[in-house]
């Protein structure tokens, strides 16, 4: 065990520099309140838990795979099971071990949640609803989880306007696939549309020299 003398801390991980100020480490072989934490056994630890989730997942899915196609081939259960499986490691390894900021990782589990809705209505004989309620309710929660990151962080607000921009783009695909014909439910689609070029046109309108400032840095005009 070390200690730097200019931290004032007691280091646990096996190293001779300070990750606090690099200063070179001098052997301590007592303990101290404002030790720092040792942060590679505790990566270590979630790396293992992560890794059995993943494990079981596989394992669980192999068996269910195998019950599926021996009793009822005709219906593919099985893989609905798998999708839900790995969008739970998904939730697991982004939400819970991730080092990603909170922004991305909730656009990242909403657009995975969206895509694994449509692979389970595919699988269960493609009705469309998630077609027709599933991307465009993904669009709006998308909005909706904006509006309240903006009013928690509203010192940072402005920092919200390239994901919204995403969102607007986003919300154009289920637009397209109306116009298409795919789509059989228009209402949605445009509501999520005029929610998301709105909630865009307000921040811009609302933030004034602020939310211009953020697009000409962000597109270097």
């Keep these: ?12 991980d096996d190293t001779d520099r300070c990750p606090l100020c690099q200063h070179v480490l001098q052997s301590d072989g007592g303990m101290a ?13 979630f790396r293992f838990w992560e890794n059995l989730f993943l494990f079981l997942s596989i394992l ?32 697991f390894r982004m ?8 922004m991305f990782k909730t656009l990242t589990l909403v657009i995975l949640a ?7 209505d595919y699988l269960t004989g493609y009705r469309r609803w998630s077609l027709d309620y599933v991307l465009p309710c993904g669009v709006l929660a998308l909005d909706l989880v904006l509006i309240i990151l903006m009013l928690v962080n509203r010192r940072n607000w402005q920092s919200y306007m390239m994901p919204q921009l995403f969102t607007i783009l986003l919300s154009l695909i289920p637009v397209i696939l109306r116009v298409m ?19 865009f046109l307000g921040t ?13 840095r962000r597109f270097h005009i």
Aim: aromatic share 10%; with cysteine.
């Design 1 to 12: 065990m070390n200690r730097c003398q200019k931290c004032n801390v007691i280091i646990l």
């Design 95 to 102: 939400a819970v071990v991730g080092k990603s900021g909170y």
């Design 114 to 120: 969206i895509v694994m809705l449509l692979g389970i």
């Design 33 to 45: 309140e404002n030790a720092y934490p040792n942060a590679i056994a505790v990566t270590k630890r």
């Design 204 to 216: 811009l309108i609302l933030g004034d020299q602020r939310a211009r400032t953020e697009l000409k």
């Design 60 to 91: 669980v899915e192999s068996l269910l795979v195998w019950i599926n196609y021996s009793v009822n081939p005709e219906v593919a259960w099985s893989l609905v099971v798998g999708l839900i499986l790995i969008y739970a490691n998904a939730v």
């Design 181 to 199: 014909g795919v789509i059989q439910f228009p209402y949605l689609v445009w509501i999520a549309l005029a929610a998301s070029v709105f909630l």
